[in-house]
């Protein structure tokens, strides 16, 4: 059990604010892959043989949507008392100081831009990578790519709230480390 202060950004004012063990969050995000793919074959048993792309395919879009939803929540939860954003560079800060402080208790590591709408976020030490058991080269960085795919719904969801319509991509080349590229789609006049 954690007994770790809450990090800002928080509204200690806020009568309804409830906090969530460090300790809790890791295992719900831990579960999350085991559970998609669990659905994923459930659902893919009508089938006389599921292939394993399709269900790979099915744990994505399952997992993605879980965190676009969470990430909506968040971004609208926490950003509600800051002042509006004047561009998406702004947006992209937000994200990676104090929501991703929020949810992984670190900042990120280092953020790149081409000042034309992609951004790489870099986590050296994704949370989510740093207890799980690898071994060296291929095999333990290919099991870790699932675990990736809610993370990209979190930040496409909180994106998304804060009027950012976005693609989000992660890969991993070496654990525990995580990149993210954020291709930002440009609005319809």
């Excluded at 997992?63 to 926490?78: H, N």
């Excluded at 994200?95 to 590591?109: A, H």
């Excluded at 986590?123 to 790519?145: C, H, I, K």
């Excluded at 699932?146 to 804060?162: M, N, Y």
Aim: one cysteine or more; charged letters at 25%.
């Amino acid at each position: 059990m954690s007994f770790e202060t809450p990090l800002p950004p928080y509204n200690a004012s806020d009568p309804h604010a409830t906090f969530l063990n460090a300790s809790c969050l890791d295992f719900l995000l831990i579960e999350l892959v085991p559970m998609a793919y669990r659905l994923a074959s459930e659902l893919t048993e009508s089938d006389q043989r599921p292939d394993e792309e399709e269900r790979n395919d099915v744990a994505y879009r399952k997992l993605e949507t879980l965190g676009y939803r969470v990430g909506q929540g968040l971004a609208e939860r926490f950003s509600r008392d800051r002042p509006r954003f004047t561009d998406a560079l702004d947006v992209i800060k937000f994200l990676c100081k104090d929501m991703w402080t929020l949810v992984f208790r670190k900042q990120i590591d280092n953020l790149k831009t081409n000042h034309r709408g992609v951004y790489v976020l870099t986590d050296n030490l994704f949370q989510p990578f740093r207890r799980m058991s690898t071994e060296a080269g291929g095999p333990a960085v290919a099991r870790a790519r699932p675990f990736l795919w809610f993370p990209c719904g979190l930040i496409r969801g909180a994106l998304a709230s804060l009027n950012i319509n976005a693609t989000v991509h992660a890969e991993t080349l070496e654990l525990p480390g995580a990149t993210f590229q954020i291709k930002t789609i440009p609005a319809k006049p």
